[in-house]
C-alpha cells in the first residue's frame, strides 16, 4: 500500500494519494512537503517509489527493503554522479507485548529524511504512523510544517507506544511475585525464565536504539533543524527512561528467580529433615527387630517368656530415649 501526501509550509494538506508520475513535479516545488508511506509494500512498489522517484542510494534500499537485526542512522550525501538529494536513512524498532504469549514482537519502521520530503517504510500497520498521519490531516497544530517535524511526531509516538507493553510486563513480573510467594510450581520457574528472556530482548532493542536517538539530541545531523534538537532530546530522554525501567524489570525478576529457587530449596530441605527424622526415630525399631528376628538357636530371649514384652519396651524406650535427644538439641 502507498501513501501519499503533499503539505504546504504552514502544514496544511495540499494533496494525497498522489499518481507516482506527479512525485518528481511535487518534490521540485520548494513551497511544499512531500511525505509517502510504504505500508506492506511488495518489492516493485517499493523500488518504483524508493528508485525511480527518490533515486535512493541502493545500499540504503536493500537495507530498507531487507529486515535490519538493529537500529542504525546513516547519512547520504549526493557525489557527482548521484541523482539522490542529501538524505538521512534510519532505522528504528516498535514494539508491543502479548501476556498471552508473552513474548515481545517487533515491528521494523525505516524513513528517509530530506529537505521536503520523508519516505517510511515498514511491513506491517504501525500504531505510531498511523496516529501521526491522523495528526498531519486533522491537527490544528500543523505538525506537517517540514519532515524534521514529522519525523520527531514519528520517533515521539513510537517511544510513547512503548508504555502500554511495559504496562503489561509490569503487570505479568507482579502476577509472578504473587505466584512465588503463594504456591510456587515447576510451571513457574518456566515463565520467570521466559519473561527474563523478553526483557533481556527488550533492553537489546532499547540500547542502540537509544545510541541512534542520542545522535540526535546532540543535533549531529544537519538536516534536523537546531531548534527541533530539544524536541528529539526528549524523545531520548523518553527512551532512556524505558531502559532505566528495564533494568528495573530485569532486576526485579532475578529477585523474583532468587526467591523460587530459595523457596524450593527450603521446601527440599524440609521434606529431607522430614524423612530423616522418620528413619532415625524408626531405627531403634528395626535394630531390635532385625536382632530378634535372627532366631538363633542359643538366644535365651527366644524361650522366655516375657521376651515379647521385653521387646516391645526395649524398642520403646530406644525410641523415646531418641526424640527426647532431638528435643534437646533442638532438631525436632
Not at 6 to 16: K, N, P
Not at 18 to 30: E, G, I, K, Q, W
Not at 201 to 213: A, K, M, T, W, Y
Not at 306 to 326: E, R
Request: glycine share 4%; proline share 4%.
Amino acid at each position: 500500500m502507498i501513501r501519499s501526501f503533499a503539505f504546504t509550509t504552514a502544514g496544511r494538506l495540499h494533496s494525497q494519494d498522489l499518481d507516482v508520475f506527479l512525485m518528481p513535479t511535487l518534490l521540485a516545488d520548494t513551497n511544499l512537503f512531500l511525505w509517502v508511506d510504504l505500508e506492506a509494500s511488495s518489492v516493485e512498489e517499493a523500488k518504483s517509489i524508493l528508485e525511480g522517484v527518490f533515486h535512493f542510494h541502493p545500499l540504503s534500499i536493500e537495507d530498507c527493503i531487507n529486515e535490519s537485526p538493529s537500529p542504525k542512522v546513516e547519512t547520504y550525501e549526493p557525489k557527482e554522479d548521484d541523482r539522490f538529494a542529501n538524505y538521512l536513512f534510519m532505522v528504528i524498532h516498535a514494539v508491543d507485548y502479548s501476556r498471552k504469549n508473552g513474548v515481545f514482537d517487533t515491528s521494523e519502521l525505516n524513513f528517509f529524511l530530506g529537505k521536503n520530503f520523508l519516505v517510511t517504510f515498514h511491513s506491517v500497520p504501525l500504531r505510531s504512523v498511523a496516529q501521526v498521519e491522523e495528526r498531519c490531516l486533522k491537527s490544528t497544530v500543523h505538525v506537517a510544517r517540514a519532515p524534521d517535524r514529522v519525523a520527531h511526531a514519528l520517533l515521539d509516538t513510537l517511544v510513547d507506544n512503548y508504555k502500554p507493553a511495559l504496562e503489561e510486563l509490569s503487570i505479568e513480573i507482579a502476577e509472578l511475585e504473587d505466584e512465588v510467594l503463594r504456591k510456587p510450581e515447576p510451571e513457574t520457574l518456566q515463565r520467570i525464565l521466559a519473561v527474563k528472556k523478553e526483557v533481556l530482548h527488550l533492553r537489546q532493542i532499547i540500547g542502540p536504539q537509544r545510541e541512534v536517538l542520542k545522535r540526535f539530541a546532540l543535533g549531529e545531523f544537519k538536516l534536523i533543524r537546531a531548534h527541533l534538537v530539544p524536541y528529539y532530546r526528549n524523545v531520548y530522554d523518553g527512551l532512556f527512561h524505558i531502559g532505566d525501567l528495564s533494568q528495573g524489570y530485569m532486576d526485579a525478576l532475578t529477585g523474583i528467580l532468587q526467591i523460587y529457587l530459595n523457596l524450593s530449596a527450603n521446601k527440599t530441605s524440609e521434606i529431607v529433615k522430614i524423612l530423616t527424622i522418620i528413619t532415625i526415630i524408626t531405627t531403634p525399631l528395626m535394630i531390635v527387630g532385625t536382632w530378634y528376628g535372627m532366631n538363633f538357636e542359643n538366644m535365651p530371649e527366644v524361650k522366655w517368656q516375657h521376651g515379647y514384652a521385653f521387646a516391645f519396651g526395649l524398642t520403646l524406650v530406644t525410641t523415646a530415649l531418641t526424640l527426647i535427644y532431638f528435643r534437646k538439641k533442638r532438631w525436632l
